[in-house]
């Protein structure tokens, strides 16, 4: 038999010329001096796009390029000359000929000052980012006194999937955004209550499993302080076992159907013990579902065990 | 959206309240019973239809709050599936305005103002009367269906001290108690608050205005003299005459003669609102919108209820104008849940003037289109902040948004907006009728026209005045009768909550925008809360703290948690001592730069205003001194 024969089917004669995309129209760009330093960046750039482009690092917490920019959080103002005010860099469009400002004595002040204000409201154990930023803008969050008011809460451990600590909670809406419309349109959390007060919750605060939550685990892989927690992470942290030295990272795909998203596996001592997705995929960009995110305990049991 | 609601369903009683609003309910996906025949076969709802319905959010948790008293899981269940709002959602509206209650409670509540000028006379007296008649706020008397809370300004501090009565029920009825000489002129007031008033009387709109029926203010001419009520006393009293006059001239010549007689807004900030409108009239995109802040919860303001319940016909048909000369067709007057009066003269005003041809379709023959809906607050002093009240009327918590974009350019649903103060759009008409230069000939070159000046606290005469830019403040507290009892003047609070305090030292400063900017001061929405040498002023303080921490949206660090902060070091520095102060001040100072340079909005740019001017000015907490 012919080795052709054994093809059944034919594959494509291969093309003759790709197809070429239009050329882009010519990309304007703006100018805007960062540190006395001019750099040119894409028209609509914001700020924190000219900054990173000049090489300068401005701190984020409720920023991610996956998200719509809240700019709540204001740990990334800097200083726009004859502004009457400091502008979050993370939203801000530049604007050609803006003067900016990213370390003047007005910007390292407030950005001191909103970190105390976090650090002495919120719990800030499990919130990595942030300790460097406290160290490096010198925050002395006990000035405000020991009797200071704090978000301090019961956790919220009421389904098997993930554990809800709003102790930890520094109301980036960065959960609220990947529930919505940012990724998962669940809609299953917003943000409730008003002033300090504000908090992340379901209708009526009931737990999740009387709520719209799919568990997809979504606003878990966004959460910058850890105040969103994988049932496994929050159970070991608890034993005092958690250890991130000891954990390896895998990238895989997600056994379960044809989208075909890219997992991360971290494992400790031989299990898996979270499971997360690169940020950059193009095709999850960090998100998964409840299968791909939480449905890896078959992978720790053991083969005896499975027969 | 895949909306998921779950739990209990409405009572019937839920439901006739929100069909009342929304009509019944077209099928089963939107809360009606199921048919299966019709429901069936064809889905509604969509990302298109939850986007058009929103808006209704806010109204339909009026129309349950006002029948029931409160909104409960399954009205707010009923609502979700209505307006295809996700539940998560609603609940983080509802639970945003604090005049929603989200737990069942009396039918029948006092919200008794604690706030700034009712402070000095005898509000927290009445208060602690109130305890004892009907215990502790909030919770339900004994022996009948009613309970009191505490609430910032109602803006009734010319009658201070003030209560507002609301009693739930078909129909519902809103009563202003001011000033509330007793708790039981307040109890009284209770059960008794009798249906469909509408608003003041002509005798008490000139008590609110001590010149009623003079010469020189044309803001307040028609006010206590003219009856409200009725479109023909309006037109014979020269309504309508600008309307007139804007079709002959047209938008760009509107526009021209505001830009020339230089009206700024009278909102708090002092935009030229010229510029503002030709912005939104040169706009492409379109639909434009109209929107009348009429919000007005700075504490101690007052001047945009007078106006709107003493000359309301003025309002609609300054909004009409503003209408024509931006190519906007529809406007939206946002008024504050505390004004019933206020809501029921405009809407009242409105109809009476669509009935006359001075609103709609074709307004009095000229081909022009414009109306407006009156849309109710619900106790969120932040959503007086444009681009809050924009979200607020979108069904959306009252959140600011970020800026630029600017409302002339990204407004109300997305569209360019004009949005301005009452009191700003009462000044098209004069500017209109008398011309630009004539109007603009009152008051100083940089501050032209009069402004209105809300006087309240240890003053003879409380009330609303209207005087040329350019009186110094020595003189405006004179001219309203002088300190009250002849006593001695401690401190003004000029501008508002979000103003600054001064002393007597500052009695020369003229009253305009230039002068009060070169002093570090502002007029803010025109306010003069004068304290006498009895006024507890750290009290005060501790009082406007409270305010902003109260009314911060909670959206932005600075403020959210900058404003406990704040109300927590001013209580450190009322029992530290005087080495402890040093420090404490110290740090308030800090705080106070970052809440101004880091904070979103307005609220906490200036939530440290009044305290840091009273340190600065008056010498508080000074290390040593003892109060
Ligand atoms: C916290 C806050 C509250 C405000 N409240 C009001 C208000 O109650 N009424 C008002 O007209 N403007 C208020 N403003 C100002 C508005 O944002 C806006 O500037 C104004 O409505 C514009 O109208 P104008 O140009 O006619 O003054 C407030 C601003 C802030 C920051
Ligand atoms: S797990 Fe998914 S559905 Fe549930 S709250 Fe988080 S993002 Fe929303
Ligand atoms: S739970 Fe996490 S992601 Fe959500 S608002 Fe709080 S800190 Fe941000
Ligand atoms: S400054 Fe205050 S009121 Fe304004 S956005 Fe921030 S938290 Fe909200
Ligand atoms: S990162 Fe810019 S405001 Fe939070
Ligand atoms: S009504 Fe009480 S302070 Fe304004």
Same mark, same amino acid.
């Given at each position: 038999?012919?080795?052709?024969?054994?093809?059944?089917?034919?594959?494509?004669?291969?093309?003759?010329?790709?197809?070429?995309?239009?050329?882009?129209?010519?990309?304007?760009?703006?100018?805007?001096?960062?540190?006395?330093?001019?750099?040119?960046?894409?028209?609509?750039?914001?700020?924190?796009?000219?900054?990173?482009?000049?090489?300068?690092?401005?701190?984020?917490?409720?920023?991610?390029?996956?998200?719509?920019?809240?700019?709540?959080?204001?740990?990334?103002?800097?200083?726009?000359?004859?502004?009457?005010?400091?502008?979050?860099?993370?939203?801000?469009?530049?604007?050609?000929?803006?003067?900016?400002?990213?370390?003047?004595?007005?910007?390292?002040?407030?950005?001191?000052?909103?970190?105390?204000?976090?650090?002495?409201?919120?719990?800030?154990?499990?919130?990595?980012?942030?300790?460097?930023?406290?160290?490096?803008?010198?925050?002395?969050?006990?000035?405000?006194?020991?009797?200071?008011?704090?978000?301090?809460?019961?956790?919220?451990?009421?389904?098997?999937?993930?554990?809800?600590?709003?102790?930890? =909670?520094?109301?980036?809406?960065?959960?609220?955004?990947?529930?919505?419309?940012?990724?998962?349109?669940?809609?299953?959390?917003?943000?409730?209550?008003?002033?300090?007060?504000?908090?992340?919750?379901?209708?009526?605060?009931?737990?999740?499993?009387?709520?719209?939550?799919?568990?997809?685990?979504?606003?878990?892989?966004?959460?910058?302080?850890? *105040?969103?927690?994988?049932?496994?992470?929050?159970?070991?942290?608890?034993?005092?076992?958690?250890?991130?030295?000891?954990?390896?990272?895998?990238?895989?795909?997600?056994?379960?159907?044809?989208?075909?998203?890219?997992?991360?596996?971290?494992?400790?001592?031989?299990?898996?013990?979270?499971?997360?997705?690169?940020?950059?995929?193009?095709?999850?960009?960090?998100?998964?579902?409840?299968?791909?995110?939480?449905? %890896?305990?078959?992978?720790?049991?053991?083969?005896?065990?499975?027969? | 959206?895949?909306?998921?609601?779950?739990?209990?369903?409405?009572?019937?009683?839920?439901?006739?309240?929100?069909?009342?609003?929304?009509?019944?309910?077209?099928?089963?996906?939107?809360?009606?019973?199921?048919?299966? *025949?019709?429901?069936?076969?064809?889905?509604?709802?969509?990302?298109?239809?939850?986007?058009?319905?929103?808006?209704?959010?806010?109204?339909?948790?009026?129309?349950?709050?006002?029948?029931?008293?409160?909104?409960?899981?399954?009205?707010?269940?009923?609502?979700?599936?209505?307006?295809?709002?996700?539940?998560?959602?609603?609940?983080?509206?509802?639970?945003?305005?604090?005049?929603?209650?989200?737990?069942?409670?009396?039918?029948?509540?006092?919200?008794?103002?604690?706030?700034?000028?009712?402070?000095?006379?005898?509000?927290?007296?009445?208060?602690?009367?109130?305890?004892?008649?009907?215990?502790?706020?909030?919770?339900? *008397?004994?022996?009948?269906?009613?309970?009191?809370?505490?609430?910032? =300004?109602?803006?009734? =501090?010319?009658?201070?001290?003030?209560?507002?009565?609301?009693?739930?029920?078909?129909?519902?009825?809103?009563?202003?108690?001011?000033?509330?000489?007793?708790?039981?002129?307040?109890?009284?007031?209770?059960?008794?608050?009798?249906?469909?008033?509408?608003?003041?009387?002509?005798?008490?709109?000139?008590?609110?205005?001590?010149?009623?029926?003079?010469?020189?203010?044309?803001?307040?001419?028609?006010?206590?003299?003219?009856?409200?009520?009725?479109?023909?006393?309006?037109?014979?009293?020269?309504?309508?005459?600008?309307?007139?006059?804007?079709?002959?001239?047209?938008?760009?010549?509107?526009?021209?003669?505001?830009?020339?007689?230089?009206?700024?807004?009278?909102?708090?900030?002092?935009?030229?609102?010229?510029?503002?409108?030709?912005?939104?009239?040169?706009?492409?995109?379109?639909?434009?919108?109209?929107?009348?802040?009429?919000?007005?919860?700075?504490?101690?303001?007052?001047?945009?209820?007078?106006?709107?319940?003493?000359?309301?016909?003025?309002?609609?048909?300054?909004?009409?104008?503003?209408?024509?000369?931006?190519?906007?067709?529809?406007?939206?007057?946002?008024?504050?849940?505390?004004?019933?009066?206020?809501?029921?003269?405009?809407?009242?005003?409105?109809?009476?003037?669509?009935?006359?041809?001075?609103?709609?379709?074709?307004?009095?023959?000229?081909?022009?289109?414009?109306?407006?809906?009156?849309?109710?607050?619900?106790?969120?002093?932040?959503?007086?902040?444009?681009?809050?009240?924009?979200?607020?009327?979108?069904?959306?918590?009252?959140?600011?948004?970020?800026?630029?974009?600017?409302?002339?350019?990204?407004?109300?649903?997305?569209?360019?907006?004009?949005?301005?103060?009452?009191?700003?759009?009462?000044?098209?008409?004069?500017?209109?009728?008398?011309?630009?230069?004539?109007?603009?000939?009152?008051?100083?070159?940089?501050?032209?026209?009069?402004?209105?000046?809300?006087?309240?606290?240890?003053?003879?005469?409380?009330?609303?005045?209207?005087?040329?830019?350019?009186?110094?403040?020595?003189?405006?507290?004179?001219? *309203?009768?002088?300190?009250?009892?002849?006593?001695?003047?401690?401190?003004?609070?000029?501008?508002?909550?979000?103003?600054?305090?001064?002393?007597?030292?500052?009695?020369?400063?003229?009253?305009?925008?230039?002068?009060?900017?070169?002093?570090?001061?502002?007029?803010?929405?025109?306010?003069?809360?004068?304290?006498?040498?009895?006024?507890?002023?750290?009290?005060?303080?501790?009082?406007?703290?409270? %305010? %902003?921490?109260?009314?911060? =949206?909670?959206?932005?660090?600075?403020?959210?948690?900058?404003?406990?902060?704040?109300?927590?070091?001013?209580?450190?520095?009322?029992?530290?001592?005087?080495?402890?102060?040093?420090?404490?001040?110290?740090?308030?100072?800090?705080?106070?730069?970052?809440?101004?340079?880091?904070?979103?909005?307005?609220?906490?740019?200036?939530?440290?205003?009044?305290?840091?001017?009273?340190?600065?000015?008056?010498?508080? %907490?000074?290390?040593?001194?003892?109060?």
């Amino acid at each position: 038999m012919k080795e052709q024969d054994l093809i059944w089917f034919r594959l494509p004669p291969p093309p003759v010329a790709v197809p070429s995309a239009p050329p882009a129209p010519a990309r304007r760009t703006v100018t805007v001096e960062i540190d006395g330093a001019a750099v040119a960046v894409p028209q609509g750039a914001t700020l924190l796009d000219a900054c990173r482009a000049a090489g300068k690092d401005i701190p984020t917490l409720c920023y991610l390029e996956t998200l719509t920019p809240v700019n709540a959080c204001r740990v990334c103002v800097v200083e726009v000359e004859g502004a009457r005010v400091l502008a979050p860099a993370c939203s801000r469009t530049a604007e050609s000929g803006m003067k900016v400002h990213t370390n003047s004595a007005r910007v390292r002040t407030s950005r001191k000052v909103v970190l105390e204000l976090l650090a002495s409201s919120v719990d800030l154990s499990t919130a990595e980012s942030l300790a460097p930023m406290l160290a490096e803008y010198g925050a002395d969050p006990a000035r405000f006194g020991a009797d200071a008011a704090t978000v301090a809460q019961p956790v919220k451990d009421d389904n098997d999937l993930y554990v809800r600590d709003y102790s930890k =909670c520094v109301l980036c809406y960065k959960c609220v955004e990947a529930c919505g419309t940012d990724a998962q349109h669940t809609f299953a959390i917003a943000v409730a209550g008003r002033g300090f007060h504000a908090h992340i919750s379901t209708e009526l605060d009931v737990p999740l499993p009387e709520s719209a939550c799919v568990y997809c685990g979504n606003c878990i892989a966004v959460c910058p302080t850890g *105040a969103l927690m994988a049932k496994p992470e929050f159970t070991l942290r608890q034993a005092g076992q958690w250890a991130p030295e000891r954990q390896t990272v895998t990238d895989t795909i997600c056994p379960y159907c044809g989208v075909g998203c890219t997992l991360t596996a971290h494992v400790q001592d031989e299990r898996i013990v979270k499971v997360t997705s690169p940020l950059e995929n193009g095709v999850t960009q960090g998100n998964l579902c409840v299968k791909g995110r939480f449905g %890896f305990e078959y992978a720790n049991v053991p083969d005896k065990a499975r027969g | 959206m895949d909306l998921h609601v779950i739990g209990p369903d409405a009572t019937a009683d839920e439901r006739a309240a929100v069909d009342a609003l929304l009509g019944e309910p077209d099928s089963g996906w939107e809360g009606g019973a199921r048919d299966a *025949a019709r429901d069936s076969r064809t889905s509604r709802g969509g990302r298109p239809a939850a986007v058009a319905r929103r808006h209704l959010l806010l109204p339909a948790f009026h129309a349950v709050q006002d029948r029931v008293g409160w909104v409960s899981r399954g009205a707010m269940n009923y609502i979700c599936q209505r307006l295809i709002v996700p539940p998560a959602e609603a609940w983080g509206v509802l639970t945003f305005y604090h005049l929603f209650a989200t737990a069942p409670r009396a039918r029948t509540v006092a919200h008794v103002c604690d706030d700034v000028a009712c402070r000095a006379l005898g509000g927290e007296a009445l208060c602690r009367d109130l305890e004892t008649a009907l215990g502790p706020a909030g919770t339900p *008397a004994t022996n009948r269906d009613a309970t009191w809370q505490r609430s910032p =300004c109602l803006g009734q =501090c010319d009658r201070a001290p003030a209560a507002l009565v609301v009693r739930a029920g078909a129909p519902s009825t809103r009563a202003v108690v001011a000033p509330a000489a007793s708790a039981a002129a307040v109890v009284a007031a209770l059960p008794s608050t009798d249906a469909g008033v509408l608003g003041e009387t002509l005798t008490e709109l000139r008590d609110a205005v001590p010149q009623a029926g003079t010469d020189g203010i044309p803001l307040l001419a028609r006010v206590g003299t003219v009856d409200p009520t009725s479109v023909e006393a309006y037109r014979a009293a020269g309504g309508f005459r600008a309307l007139e006059r804007a079709i002959v001239l047209g938008p760009a010549g509107v526009i021209a003669e505001v830009k020339a007689a230089k009206l700024q807004g009278r909102g708090g900030a002092a935009f030229p609102t010229g510029a503002k409108w030709e912005a939104v009239a040169g706009e492409a995109a379109l639909p434009h919108y109209v929107v009348c802040n009429a919000d007005e919860s700075e504490p101690g303001t007052f001047k945009d209820r007078v106006l709107m319940t003493g000359d309301p016909f003025a309002i609609v048909e300054a909004m009409t104008i503003c209408g024509i000369a931006t190519r906007s067709e529809r406007g939206f007057l946002y008024v504050r849940g505390e004004y019933p009066d206020a809501e029921a003269r405009i809407a009242h005003a409105a109809a009476a003037a669509r009935a006359a041809g001075w609103l709609g379709v074709d307004i009095a023959g000229s081909g022009h289109t414009f109306d407006l809906e009156v849309r109710r607050g619900a106790g969120a002093y932040i959503c007086g902040e444009e681009t809050a009240l924009f979200n607020s009327l979108e069904g959306k918590r009252g959140e600011p948004r970020s800026k630029p974009p600017f409302p002339s350019q990204v407004g109300v649903f997305g569209k360019p907006t004009v949005v301005n103060n009452v009191e700003t759009l009462a000044n098209v008409l004069p500017i209109l009728t008398s011309g630009a230069a004539a109007w603009a000939a009152a008051g100083t070159p940089q501050s032209t026209g009069t402004r209105l000046f809300c006087l309240s606290g240890h003053v003879t005469r409380p009330g609303l005045y209207e005087w040329p830019f350019g009186l110094t403040l020595g003189e405006a507290i004179a001219r *309203a009768g002088g300190v009250a009892g002849g006593r001695a003047l401690q401190a003004v609070l000029l501008g508002g909550a979000a103003g600054v305090f001064v002393g007597p030292e500052s009695l020369d400063v003229r009253l305009t925008m230039e002068d009060t900017r070169a002093a570090g001061l502002t007029l803010g929405s025109g306010v003069i809360v004068v304290f006498d040498d009895t006024a507890d002023l750290p009290d005060l303080l501790g009082r406007i703290a409270e %305010f %902003f921490e109260h009314e911060s =949206c909670g959206q932005c660090v600075p403020c959210r948690v900058g404003t406990v902060r704040q109300r927590e070091l001013l209580a450190q520095l009322r029992t530290g001592d005087a080495h402890a102060r040093g420090d404490r001040l110290a740090v308030l100072t800090e705080l106070g730069q970052a809440m101004r340079d880091a904070s979103i909005c307005g609220l906490g740019q200036t939530a440290s205003s009044a305290v840091e001017s009273a340190i600065a000015r008056l010498h508080l %907490f000074r290390a040593g001194s003892v109060s």
